[in-house]
């Protein structure tokens, strides 16, 4: 998979893409992460990426010039599976998007600013608008990265058997069942009798039905 990002602050993508898991999904090429500065395609002299909005308003617009021009070029390059802008307006992020665009093979992903971008921008390139949540970020940045990593590590083979997605929460719609590492007893709280058991099948019925009961508590949505 390649995916594109398109930015005003490449820094903030940095390392939260070049560590850990995403990082060796790199190595091992998985996935190529290219972050393009929408500033390197600004032709103003100044090399603005914004300017005051039409009618009036507090807040700056991100021009459609140098995103526009940055965009052209990538996409005469190749063809992209999804043009998706991170934004507080669109669609919530869930784990069935996630997987669904795990298996593509040319991502890109435009970060907003300030008030956003040119309505234009939308209305002629972006296929697909994601929000991570229900509250407002101070650019798309943080967004993407959170995008990139729950689509990244759907990848076969970046995650290994240890940490493979299949039994994330969220997969089937139950969250995870809580777990434990040694020592069996800390501060007085011991480790479920279970689970040193050592008898996988009842070990398996427990943990299915504390992935039950946590999910209700305290996601009943989930099974709505
Ligand atoms: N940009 C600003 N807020 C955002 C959010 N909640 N999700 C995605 N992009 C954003």
Same mark, same amino acid.
């Given at each position: @998979?390649?995916?594109?990002?398109? /930015?005003?602050?490449?820094?903030? +993508? ?7 898991? @995403? ?5 091992? =090429?998985?996935?190529?992460? *290219?972050? *393009? ?5 600004? /032709? ?10 039409? =009618? ?5 617009? @991100? ?39 795990? /298996? ?33 970020? $101070?650019?798309?940045?943080?967004? &993407? &990265? ?12 970046? +995650? ?13 719609? +139950? +969250? ?11 501060? =007085? *709280? ?7 058991? =050592?008898? $996988? ?24």
């Amino acid at each position: @998979m390649r995916i594109d990002i398109l /930015t005003i602050l490449p820094k903030l +993508l940095e390392s939260p893409l070049n560590d850990s898991i @995403m990082k060796r999904a790199q190595e091992k =090429g998985h996935v190529e992460i *290219h972050i *393009h500065n929408i500033r390197d395609y600004s /032709t103003h002299r100044q090399k603005s990426v914004d300017d005051y909005q039409y =009618g009036g308003g507090a807040g700056m617009v @991100m021009l459609c010039q140098p995103i526009a021009d940055c965009i052209d070029k990538l996409k005469a390059e190749r063809k992209y599976d999804e043009i998706i802008y991170m934004t507080p307006d669109g669609e919530i992020l869930e784990q069935t998007t996630c997987n669904t665009l795990s /298996t593509s093979q040319n991502l890109l992903i435009l970060c907003g600013h300030y008030k956003g971008v040119d309505q234009r921008i939308r209305d002629i390139y972006v296929t697909k608008e994601i929000s991570i949540g229900s509250y407002v970020l $101070s650019g798309g940045e943080l967004g &993407a &990265a959170v995008l990139v990593d729950s689509i990244v590590r759907l990848i076969p083979g970046v +995650l290994n058997d240890e940490t493979s997605a299949l039994t994330d929460s969220f997969q089937d719609d +139950l +969250l995870a069942p809580p777990v434990y590492t040694r020592p069996d007893d800390f501060k =007085g *709280h011991k480790v479920p009798e279970i689970l040193l058991s =050592g008898d $996988s099948k009842k070990i398996d019925e427990w943990r299915n039905e504390q992935a039950i009961k946590r999910t209700a508590e305290r996601r009943p949505d989930l099974n709505e």
